[in-house]
């Protein structure tokens, strides 16, 4: 089975390409376009990683990272920012929402790639 990995911007065609570049990569790809949706599709499906704008309209990235992080089936999801910005405010933003990773846009893709294998190989195994 392919490792489930839910795509959150608000930037339809970035997520799309970049949806598209994860499933040849064997992934397979939710989507989510907004805060509210992203917590929608983690709670109804299996999600492996989350790759998480954190800078949306509505409920921020930030916040969705911290209610995932408050709710024990999807606290220990692998959690990976992507944000514009490259200052500490918005590290130590992801970082506190308890994000595992952050990269700057534009990232390199491969990075992403190797970030989220790193991480699904460090999650723990889920309980069966």
Request: net charge negative; hydrophobic share 50%; glycine share 6%.
């Amino acid at each position: 089975m392919r490792p489930t990995v839910l795509l959150v911007d608000d930037y339809p065609d970035a997520v799309e390409l970049l949806g598209i570049y994860l499933d040849v990569a064997g992934y397979a790809v939710v989507i989510a376009h907004d805060g509210y949706a992203a917590l929608e599709q983690a709670r109804a499906q299996r999600i492996d990683a989350v790759v998480l704008d954190l800078e949306m309209p509505g409920l921020s990235g930030v916040e969705v990272a911290r209610q995932l992080r408050t709710q024990p089936a999807l606290a220990s999801l692998p959690l990976i920012a992507v944000t514009g910005h490259s200052g500490a405010t918005h590290r130590d933003a992801a970082r506190d929402a308890g994000c595992d990773a952050l990269l700057v846009k534009p990232y390199d893709p491969d990075e992403l790639l190797a970030t989220i294998r790193r991480l699904l190989e460090a999650a723990p195994a889920p309980s069966a």
